[in-house]
């Protein structure tokens, strides 16, 4: 008597041995890395638990604008007479500020990085320029593509700034060049463009509404928000975040 064979065994279920969507590598929280509340909760402990370095750093940069403010005042009031003097002074006053403005937030990036490597941020590692110059030429380049978008009815500024928001963190991150950054943040950006711009605009609200309401909180909106931005970025390239 011949045996009936035994039925065939179920499909796999979905996202396992059969296939399905893999999220990217992360460490802590969802392996979403658009997370908004997983990077926020993440960003808050690891601010609040360290929270020293990251004041102390935020005060040296303000610091540094205040004293190039004054130098640059005092010396165009002694110059003030000379045309070329002035020049000279103004060139030497713009450089600083260009320098100042755009590589202002490369101390809170870095301390962000380490502490998504799972080092402790100290002020003197927040302030290795190891990685600044590749960092300063990418924001240069991004500062002006995003000016020249602006100029041509903002809109296309907004859109620059938004394809390439990251590309600051690859080059501090992974010291990069500049063409290498953008594709990069570019890539990234548009592999999911709605989730990104939620976690950017609640990144900036974060930033932006408790200075607002009283200018001493940026010294804790900014380096949350920094670190927020990191959480995001590192989980999104596949790397770990640590817990």
Not at 51 to 61: E, F, I, K, N, R
Not at 103 to 128: C, D, H, K, W
Not at 187 to 192: F, P, R
Not at 196 to 210: E, R, Y
Request: with cysteine; aromatic share 12%.
């Amino acid at each position: 008597m011949n045996q009936v064979p035994p039925p065939p065994p179920p499909p796999p279920p979905p996202g396992g041995a059969g296939g399905g969507y893999v999220g990217p590598t992360g460490g802590a929280g969802s392996a979403n890395p658009w997370d908004i509340g997983a990077a926020f909760n993440w960003a808050w402990e690891k601010f609040t638990k360290n929270w020293s370095p990251w004041v102390l750093a935020a005060l040296a940069v303000m610091a540094a604008w205040i004293v190039a403010i004054i130098i640059w005042i005092v010396l165009l009031a002694v110059v003030g007479g000379s045309s070329i003097g002035s020049l000279l002074v103004l060139g030497i006053g713009f450089a600083v500020f260009l320098v100042l403005s755009l590589g202002s937030g490369y101390p809170l990036i870095m301390g962000a990085i380490q502490q998504a490597r799972g080092e402790t941020p100290t002020v003197q590692s927040m302030f290795n320029f190891e990685a600044f110059g590749p960092y300063f030429i990418t924001v240069l380049a991004l500062s002006v593509a995003v000016g020249i978008g602006f100029l041509l009815c903002v809109i296309p500024g907004i859109i620059v700034a938004f394809l390439f928001y990251f590309a600051p963190f690859f080059a501090a991150d992974k010291k990069l060049g500049v063409g290498e950054t953008f594709k990069k943040s570019y890539e990234l950006v548009t592999s999911n463009v709605g989730p990104v711009l939620l976690f950017i605009i609640v990144v900036a609200l974060v930033n932006s509404v408790p200075s607002s309401v009283c200018f001493v909180l940026v010294l804790a909106s900014a380096p949350v928000s920094l670190l927020m931005t990191v959480h995001g970025y590192k989980k999104a390239i596949g790397e770990s975040v640590a817990p």
